[in-house]
C-alpha cells in the first residue's frame, strides 16, 4: 500500500512511524514544505526565555534521522498544490527546483496544520514583528532579543501562546504588554477566572489590555510602536499570536468536505468524505466528548493521539477516535493555569442546568515546605450530576486536578463517580482528602443546600449589594468589616436579627462554611458564603 502524508510535524510523523511499525511493507511518503519535520512547537516559547538552551532540542527528528529510524521517506520542501481525487494524485511543487511534481496514492493522509493568522495591517512586515509556529521562528526573536534590539513588546493575542510568550520575554527583563482584543484573556476559562489572572500577571510585570484592537504596527526601519483602540505605545517587538488558520486551500476544488472554519470534517475513523482519505491534527475538526458536537482543537496531544489511531485504521483496523474535551495548561509566572470541558457560561448556553462551585484547597499538606493552594472551579449539571467542567489555578501541578476531571468526563461520569476515589496521598504530593476530592465534596454541600454561597461572578455582579459583610478570616483583613470568630458564636450576634443578610467572608471559603453552619443552628436564615474567600475575591465593605 502506497501513503501519501501531507505534512510532517505532529499527526503526519506519528501516522508514518506507526504505520510503518504495523506493516513494513506499507511504502510512506512524507511531503511537507519546511525543511524541518516533527519539531517542538509548544516548546518555542521557552526557547525565547531561555529555559530551552539550545535550539536543536525544539527539533524532535530530521528528515534524515527520522527516514533511517522508521523507514518512511520524507520529500522536504514540497508545497501541495492540489489533489485529483479521480486520478489520485497530489499535485505539487519543488521549492529547491522549482518544478511541479506528482505524486500518486493508494491512500492519502493530510496533516497539513494551521499557521498563524498574519492581520491586514499597516506594518505587519517590518523587522521586528515575529510569529511564532515553527523554530525558525523563536530562533530569530531570541537572536534579536540576545543583540539587545528588544526591551519593550507588545505580545498580540491572549491566549496561551501568547501569554506564555509573554511571561518568556518578561524573563528575559523586557517590559511586556499584552494587548487582547476579547473582553478577557484565557477565553477557554469564565470571566472571573480571567480576571483573576489578568490581575495577577500585572502584579508580575506584564500588563494586559483586554478589549483592545490593534489598529497598525508604525516605524520606519524597524518596528517603533503601535496603535490601538485606546492608546499608542512604544515597542520595540511585535509578536502576533492572534490564532491560527488551518492549512486547507489546496483542497478548495477537491470535493472533500471542509466545515465553516475551514477545517476538515471527519468521522470517527477520522475517514473524510473520500473513503481513500483521512485527516488528522490542526487541520480536522472532531467530536467533543461532551456534547457530540464538531469543534476544532489544535492540539499538539490530540494531534498525536489521532495520528497514532488512523495509522491502525489504515492497516485494516476500526479503532474509533473518541473525541476531545478542550483540555489545556499553561504556564504564567508563578501560576499554572488548567482547564477542561465546557465553562460554565458555555454550559448554561447550551442548556445544562449548570451549577459551580469554586473552593480554595492546599496543593500538598499544608505543613509540608513548598504547599499552596489551588484555586479550583467545578462545573456539573443539577439535575444529573454530570460533570461538565473544571478549571483550576495553582503554583503546583494543576495538571493533576485537570486530568482526573477529564479521565471522569471521558467516562461520561457524575460527581458520585470521583467523590470517594482513593487517590494518592503523601504529605509531599497532595491532602488526605485530594483537593478535587474535596471540591466535589463542596459542591455536593451547595447543591443540596448545606451551603449558601455567593460565587465571585455573582459578587463583581453586585449580588453582594445589601449584606453586612463579616469578616471571618485567620486574623482581622477586611477593613470595614466586623470580626467573627468561629469559636466565639455560641448564640445570637449582637444588634443583627435572624432574618438580616449576612455575607461571610474568610481567607478561602472554609472557616466562613463553618460559620454559617453556627449561624443555622441559631436560626440565622439568610446567610451567604463567598466562594473563593479574599485569596480570590476583592472585598470592600
Known amino acids: 500500500m502506497k501513503v501519501i502524508i501531507v505534512g510532517g510535524v505532529a499527526a503526519g510523523t506519528k501516522v508514518a512511524a506507526k504505520l510503518k511499525r504495523e506493516d513494513r511493507s506499507n511504502e510512506v511518503i512524507i511531503l511537507t514544505k519546511s525543511k524541518e519535520i516533527s519539531y517542538a512547537g509548544c516548546g518555542l516559547p521557552y526557547y525565547v526565555g531561555d529555559v530551552i538552551k539550545n535550539k536543536e532540542q525544539l527539533i524532535v527528528n530530521t528528515p534524515e534521522k527520522f527516514s533511517k529510524l522508521t523507514g518512511a521517506e520524507v520529500h522536504n520542501e514540497i508545497e501541495v498544490t492540489g489533489l485529483d481525487r479521480e486520478k489520485k494524485i497530489i499535485k505539487a511543487k519543488d521549492l529547491k527546483t522549482g ?201 499538539g496531544s490530540s494531534a498525536n493521539i489521532e495520528g497514532r489511531i488512523l495509522a491502525q485504521n489504515l492497516n485494516g483496523k476500526k479503532i474509533k477516535f473518541k473525541g476531545v474535551l478542550g483540555t489545556a495548561v499553561a504556564k504564567l509566572p508563578e501560576l499554572n493555569v488548567g482547564r477542561t470541558g465546557l465553562t460554565e457560561a458555555a454550559a448554561k448556553e447550551m442548556g445544562f442546568d449548570a451549577v459551580s462551585v469554586i473552593t480554595v484547597e492546599d496543593d500538598k499538606a499544608h505543613y509540608y515546605a513548598g504547599a499552596a493552594n489551588f484555586i479550583i472551579k467545578l462545573i456539573a449539571d443539577r439535575k444529573t450530576l454530570k460533570i461538565l467542567g473544571v478549571q483550576v489555578f495553582g503554583k503546583g501541578a494543576v495538571d493533576k486536578v485537570v486530568d482526573i476531571v477529564v479521565t471522569a468526563m471521558s467516562m461520561r461520569g457524575t460527581l458520585h463517580d470521583i467523590e470517594d476515589l482513593d487517590l494518592a496521598y503523601a504529605p509531599p504530593f497532595s491532602t488526605a482528602i485530594h483537593p478535587i476530592v474535596h471540591t ?102
Open 99 to 299: 518544478k511541479e511534481v506528482v505524486y500518486p496514492y493508494d491512500k492519502l493522509v493530510i496533516s497539513t496544520g494551521a499557521r498563524p493568522v498574519k492581520p491586514p495591517l499597516k506594518g505587519i512586515d517590518l523587522p521586528g514583528v515575529y510569529f511564532m509556529r515553527t523554530p525558525d521562528d523563536a530562533v530569530n526573536l531570541k537572536a534579536d532579543i540576545e543583540a539587545g534590539k528588544i526591551k519593550r513588546a507588545a505580545v498580540i493575542g491572549g491566549g496561551y501562546i501568547g501569554l506564555e510568550v509573554a511571561e518568556n520575554l518578561a524573563l528575559q527583563n523586557i517590559k511586556v504588554s499584552v494587548i487582547e482584543m476579547a473582553p478577557h484573556i484565557l477565553t477557554g476559562f469564565d470571566k472571573e477566572f480571567a480576571e483573576y489572572a489578568e490581575d495577577h500577571l500585572a502584579e508580575h510585570g506584564i500588563m494586559v489590555f483586554s478589549g483592545t484592537k490593534l489598529e497598525s504596527i508604525e516605524g520606519t526601519d524597524r518596528v517603533e510602536k503601535i496603535q490601538t483602540s485606546k492608546k499608542t505605545m512604544e515597542v520595540d517587538a511585535v509578536i502576533m499570536s492572534v490564532g491560527i488558520r488551518p492549512n486547507t486551500e489546496f483542497l478548495a476544488d477537491s470535493g472533500i468536505e471542509l466545515l465553516p472554519n475551514k477545517t476538515i470534517k471527519v468521522n470517527e475513523y477520522l475517514q473524510t468524505n473520500d473513503e481513500n482519505i483521512y485527516a488528522a491534527g490542526d487541520c480536522v475538526s472532531v467530536k467533543n466528548i461532551l456534547t457530540d458536537k464538531l469543534v476544532w482543537s489544535p492540539m
Open 440 to 541: 466535589v465534596n463542596v459542591l455536593f454541600n451547595k447543591i443540596n443546600g448545606a451551603l449558601e454561597t455567593i460565587t465571585p461572578a455573582e459578587y463583581l455582579e453586585g449580588k453582594g449589594n445589601g449584606y453586612a459583610v463579616f469578616d471571618s478570616c485567620s486574623v482581622a483583613t477586611i477593613e470595614g468589616a466586623p470580626y467573627l470568630e468561629l469559636t466565639d458564636i455560641n448564640g445570637k450576634l449582637e444588634g443583627y436579627d435572624l432574618d438580616d443578610r449576612l455575607l461571610l467572608v474568610c481567607n478561602k471559603g472554609k472557616k466562613a462554611y463553618l460559620v454559617q453552619n453556627r449561624l443555622k443552628y441559631y436560626g440565622y436564615t439568610n446567610t451567604r458564603v463567598l466562594e473563593g474567600g479574599v485569596t480570590f475575591n476583592k472585598v470592600k465593605v
